[in-house]
């Protein structure tokens, strides 16, 4: 079905994502990951195949399954698929730890931007799925162009000065 004018809609202002849910190919490995190194806390899983985990007792913000994906392959980075899951931390400083904690562990970073929104840090899963941790700046720091309207950018983040909040 292809939308025309008439039929504009546009989702109601409280809606959110909910959770997302991925395929992996090794369920315990992705948990050592996503509850081991980022913190997530495990929910519940059904059986050796999948997990739910969240942050804060929510009853699932990732879905982890290996239905079809066990032993598998990660899929192939040219193809059409999700980019990244972002996870949204609630302060500059949250994020801060979770850099610190990264480079303890030696986990590699994919990239770090500061999107003027909002500061990121970008990593692979273990089956190479995208993963973005980012805290957003509040609205009336957003930056805007003459008109008013957004202004998004991506340059470097400056990561010393990041992991300088944990001092402060």
């Given at each position: ?90 302060s ?10 990264l ?20 990593l ?42 944990l001092?402060?």
């Open positions: 079905m292809e939308a025309t004018p008439d039929d504009a809609y546009a989702l109601p202002a409280g809606t959110r994502i909910g959770h997302v849910h991925l395929k992996v190919t090794n369920l315990e490995r992705s948990l050592e990951f996503y509850c081991g190194l980022l913190g997530f806390d495990l929910m519940r899983t059904y059986g050796k195949d999948a997990a739910f985990i969240s942050a804060g007792g929510y009853h699932h913000h990732i879905g982890l399954n290996t239905w079809f994906s066990k032993n598998g392959t990660a899929a192939p980075k040219n193809s059409a698929g999700l980019f990244h899951t972002a996870i949204l931390y609630p500059r400083k949250e994020l801060a730890a979770i850099l610190q904690r480079l303890q562990a030696r986990y590699p970073l994919t990239g770090a931007a500061d999107h003027g929104v909002s500061e990121a840090l970008y692979d899963d273990p089956d190479k799925n995208g993963v973005e941790l980012y805290w957003d700046r509040a609205v009336d720091q957003w930056p805007r162009k003459p008109d008013g309207s957004l202004e998004m950018y991506t340059r470097q983040l400056d990561l010393r000065g990041l992991l300088r909040e001092t402060e």
